[in-house]
């Protein structure tokens, strides 16, 4: 029912709706993940009764992190946002130089963007996570 | 009775408003309290106190 098929954002108040429906999605999306966070903490730091017992457990946790998207991996949670704050585009080409260590010949040729385009991106998001991260690996 | 009053009366905890709102966003708190097809109560919970959360933060 949340996803109301009436609504065609025409009026003030159907524009409310939508806001908020898309703020608590996040909100809620965001409780999720910061639950299961802290479960996985507290499962890696409580002393084990039952040693084959957590051993399963242990097998399991991991594998639930490993399959959440990349971003929602990081621990870091000043990391996080920044990547999530990013432009997407920004974002690819930041991580297709990083990670997979690609030129930015490669890159722009790809996006079929201007070679200067690339570079900029690149250090823009640098600057960013600089700024966010409060300069710790400068 | 438009959104907009509801969420106007749901921020003035009426019991009645609040409920509406619920009913309305119950299937999204449902489908987000589910971790690798298992439903898990207590992050229900932790959806419901989000919810409340929101009602009260949004800025009308």
Partial sequence: MWKNNENNGADESNILHRQFTVYLATAVRRTKIQHLRSKYKIQRYEIPFEIEDTLKEFQAEPDMILSLPLVDQLENIKLQRALEQAKKRDLYIFLSKVLEGRSFVEIAAELGIEYNTATAAYYRMLNRLRKELGGEDE | ???????????????QALNEIAAMYRPLLIKESIVNGVF???????????????????RI
């Fill in chain 2, 40 to 58: 898990d109560e207590d992050l229900y919970q932790e959806q419901w106190l989000t919810l409340i959360y929101c009602i009260r933060k949004i």
């Fill in chain 2, 1 to 15: 009775m438009n959104f907009m009053e509801l969420l106007t009366r749901a921020k003035e905890s009426n019991a």
